[in-house]
């Protein structure tokens, strides 16, 4: 064992090599460590970066579909260009007027299969 500590290779003991070759490889591993630990935390402020404008974005488009969706709006555009208004108390019917007001409404085509009887 004593061996170890007095053996000399051109002049330097072996434990010192050793020893030498082990702190050369871990300062080379922590900086390797150390770049690769940059890049990730480089591409993290880049994705928090995008999360924050999409986050505007979806703020921006809420705001938008409120306005879009404001019933005096909604109003004004179905009068202007559907000729809608809001229904009057003569066009309100019971349940019990629905048939007669279903008679006096044009019936829909039907489409006739062959093998099917339609009443």
Same mark, same amino acid.
């Given at each position: 064992m004593t061996n170890i500590?007095?053996?000399?290779?051109?002049?330097?003991?072996?434990?010192n090599i050793v020893f030498g070759v082990t702190l050369l490889v871990l300062a080379v591993g922590v900086n390797l460590?150390?770049?690769?630990?940059?890049? *990730?935390?480089?591409?993290?402020? #880049?994705? !928090?970066?995008?999360m924050s404008k999409e &986050?505007?974005?979806i703020r921006?488009?809420?705001? *938008?579909?409120?306005?879009?969706? #404001?019933? !005096?709006r909604l109003e004004r555009?179905? &009068?202007?260009?559907?000729?809608?208004?809001?229904?009057q108390a003569r066009q309100e019917a019971t349940i !019990?007027?629905?048939?007669?007001?279903a008679g006096h409404l044009p019936r829909a085509?039907?489409?006739s299969t062959p093998g099917v009887v339609v009443p």
């Open positions: 500590f007095t053996h000399r290779i051109r002049g330097f003991r072996t434990l460590a150390k770049t690769l630990a940059g890049r *990730e935390r480089n591409e993290i402020g #880049q994705v !928090e970066s995008d &986050r505007q974005r921006v488009l809420e705001a *938008e579909v409120a306005h879009l969706e #404001q019933p !005096e555009l179905s &009068r202007a260009y559907l000729a809608m208004a809001p229904v !019990e007027a629905l048939p007669e007001v085509q039907t489409i």
